[in-house]
Structure formats: structure tokens, C-alpha cells
Nanobody, 126 residues
């Protein structure tokens, strides 16, 4: 069982800032890739930012220069610092953990699975 719990969402005015957090817990000892997605009603979920265990990051073009993803591996937590928020950033933001290292009696393997949080609402409005 793996759980991802997001926090930090809410209502902010255009130009404002928010910091999202996502804590992962469960039967694993390492997460390869952690990331954030977002979704608005009627649209597909889109990838916002990803960060792998080596520290490599990927951002969707619309958030480059405004959002920063980071992680604390000791706490299995990923963060998304958002500045210069725009109304078009309004969405439900989902935390994702991909490819978890699972330890068994026979050794360690990466499961290649995706795990999701329940989502947290970010509303950017004046």
C-alpha cells in the first residue's frame, strides 16, 4: 500500500504564490520519479513538473520560470513552489510517484507503477 497526501492548495490572487507538498508513505524504500499533474474540468490531466532521484527536472512550457519542483528523499516528500500564479493555473493538482523500489526477501526491484494522490485544488482569482 502506497499513499500520497497533498497539502498547500487554496485560493490566491493573480501574481501570488503557493507551495504544494506531497508526502508519500507505504511499503517502499525509494521513489524513482515524483511529479505534479493538473486537471481542469473537461480537459485531460497534464504533466506540470517531474523530478527524478538524480535531480533532473522537466517542466511543461507554461510554468517554466514560475514553478520549481523539489524533493526531500529522506521524507519521501515532493514540493511544488509556484510563483507568479495566473488564472489559467487554476486546476486540481495531483501528486504522482512513479517506479518505486520495493524490498523483498529476494532482493530489491523497481515496480514501474504509478501512484496518485487524491488531488488538491488551486484557484487563482481576484
Amino acid at each position: 500500500q502506497v499513499q500520497l497526501v497533498e497539502s498547500g492548495g487554496g485560493l490566491v490572487k493573480p501574481g501570488g504564490s503557493l507551495r504544494l507538498s506531497c508526502a508519500a508513505s507505504g511499503d517502499f524504500f525509494r521513489i524513482n520519479i515524483m511529479g505534479w499533474y493538473r486537471q481542469v474540468p473537461g480537459k485531460q490531466r497534464e504533466a506540470v513538473a517531474h523530478l527524478n532521484a538524480a535531480g533532473d527536472t522537466i517542466y511543461t512550457d507554461s510554468v517554466k520560470g514560475r514553478f520549481t519542483i523539489s524533493r526531500d528523499n529522506a521524507k519521501n516528500t515532493v514540493y511544488l513552489q509556484m510563483i507568479g500564479l495566473k488564472p489559467e493555473d487554476t486546476a486540481v493538482y495531483y501528486c504522482n510517484a512513479h517506479d518505486l523500489a520495493i524490498e523483498t526477501g529476494e532482493g530489491v526491484y523497481f515496480d514501474g507503477m504509478d501512484y496518485w494522490g487524491k488531488g488538491i485544488l488551486v484557484t487563482v482569482s481576484s
